[in-house]
C-alpha cells in the first residue's frame, strides 16, 4: 500500500515560528533558521518510497510559494496540536502513515525508512525525542486510530510521549531512533549556534 510521509510545517514568518528560540537568538534569525531548516528538512527526504505531503500553518499558507510547488499540501486546520495531528493522520486513507515536524535537523532518509519498516508488525510507532516528546508519530491503518488518540497530553513536556502512548491501549507499539527537535538556542548544531555569532543577521522571510 501507498506510504505517505507528512511534515507538518508553518509558514516562516516573525513571531510566527519558533518563538522559544526567538527568545535566545532573536526573532529574525530564528524565523531564518526555521525557513531555511524546512527547506533541507523537505529536500533531504524526498524518496520514491514515500509520497511526501505538506500539512500547513496557518491554513491561508496552503497557497505560499515558501514551499516547493510540486509537493501536495492540507491545511492543518483548528484546533490543538493533538486535534490537527489526528485530523492530518486521518487525512492519508488506510495506507501506513507517518507524521513529523519540520524543526528535527538529524532527520534522514534512514530513520524515515526504519519507521514504515516498523509499521509492517506493528499498530504504530513513535519516534521519541531526547526531551520526552517524540519527533515521529506514525499508524499502519491510520483510519482505525481511536476517536481518544491525544487526549489529554502535556504536550512540551516530558510526559507528552507517555501521555500519547496511554491514549493507545493495546496496540501494538514501536519505538525507533531517538533524535533532538529544536526549541531553545540549546537545541541548536553545533556549527548552527556558532553561525547567528558569526554570520550577519539574515533579512526578514
Not at 505538506?54 to 491554513?59: F, G, R
Not at 540549546?186 to 558569526?198: G, K, T, W
Request: aromatic content about 6%.
Amino acid at each position: 500500500m501507498k506510504r505517505t510521509l507528512i511534515v507538518m510545517v508553518k509558514e516562516p514568518r516573525p513571531g510566527r515560528v519558533k518563538t522559544r528560540l526567538g527568545r535566545d537568538i532573536g526573532v529574525i534569525p530564528a524565523t531564518w533558521w526555521f525557513r531555511h531548516q524546512s527547506a533541507r528538512l523537505l529536500r533531504t527526504l524526498r524518496d520514491p518510497r514515500w509520497q511526501t505531503l505538506l500539512a500547513v500553518a496557518p491554513d491561508r499558507a496552503v497557497a505560499s510559494r515558501v514551499w516547493p510547488a510540486d509537493l501536495p499540501r492540507l491545511p492543518q486546520g483548528n484546533g490543538d496540536l493533538g486535534a490537527r495531528m489526528k485530523r492530518m493522520l486521518r487525512s492519508v486513507g488506510n495506507g501506513p502513515v507517518c507524521l513529523i515536524g519540520a524543526d528535527i535537523p538529524g532527520i534522514r532518509p534512514a530513520h524515515i525508512a526504519r519507521a514504515f519498516a516498523a509499521l509492517g508488525s506493528h499498530d504504530a510507532v513513535f519516534g521519541p525525542a531526547a526531551d520526552g516528546g517524540y519527533w515521529l508519530v506514525g499508524a499502519r491503518h491510520p483510519a482505525r486510530l481511536p476517536q481518544g488518540l491525544f487526549s489529554d497530553v502535556r504536550w512540551s513536556s516530558e510526559h507528552a510521549l507517555t501521555d500519547t502512548l496511554a491514549t493507545l491501549p493495546g496496540w501494538r507499539i514501536a519505538l525507533v531512533d531517538t533524535l533532538r527537535d529544536v526549541d531553545t538556542v540549546a537545541d541548536l548544531p553545533r556549527h548552527s549556534s556558532a553561525s547567528f555569532h558569526h554570520d550577519a543577521a539574515p533579512s526578514p522571510c
